[in-house]
């Protein structure tokens, strides 16, 4: 369904000619078809495993643009941006902070973890959770600060 409407979306933006989109599209594409034919045999991914490339490929953008713009290169770095936000698009909505606040205690508590040592218990219950709604690092972060306090 989303490696449809992905396909869907390149056509329009093709017979837009909108640049930025058509590239970002044509790589999202060829990410997932890698994906699947990634190991001994081709299999077609679910909507879940294709959010998990595109979250991939969005993280690799957002990467990028720190390290252009590190480098004095900020006409790369808005490129890079750019395709970010194409990626965006079709990722879920974000964990707010606040939620990600009530996921991690929920996780504590149902752990009992009470400090920083039982930070992966905790994590292997949030992550399923959480998804491709937050990046791992910050999850692991406010899994530390609640641990510390």
């Known amino acids: 369904m989303l490696k449809e409407r992905l396909r869907s979306d390149l056509t329009t933006a093709m017979k837009a000619r909108d640049e930025v989109r058509v590239s970002t599209l044509r790589m999202a594409l060829t990410a997932v078809t890698n994906a699947e034919t990634a190991g001994t045999e081709h299999h077609d991914l679910s909507d879940e495993e294709v959010l998990g490339v595109l979250t991939k490929e969005t993280k690799k953008r957002r990467e990028s ?4 713009d590190g480098a004095g290169r ?5 490129r890079e941006r750019a395709e970010e936000q194409v990626l965006a698009e079709y ?3 974000p964990l707010t ?3 990600l606040t009530e996921l991690v205690a929920a ?22 959770q959480v998804g ?5 690092r910050r999850v692991s972060t406010e899994v530390k600060r609640q641990l510390s306090s």
């Open 97 to 99: 902070d606040a939620e």
């Open 132 to 136: 491709s709604r937050a990046d791992g």
């Open 65 to 68: 643009a720190e390290a252009f």
């Open 107 to 128: 996780a504590i508590a149902e752990t009992g973890a009470e400090g920083p040592r039982q930070m992966g218990q905790v994590m292997k219950v949030v992550q399923p």
């Open 74 to 78: 900020a006409e790369l770095a808005d």
């Open 91 to 93: 990722l879920p909505q």
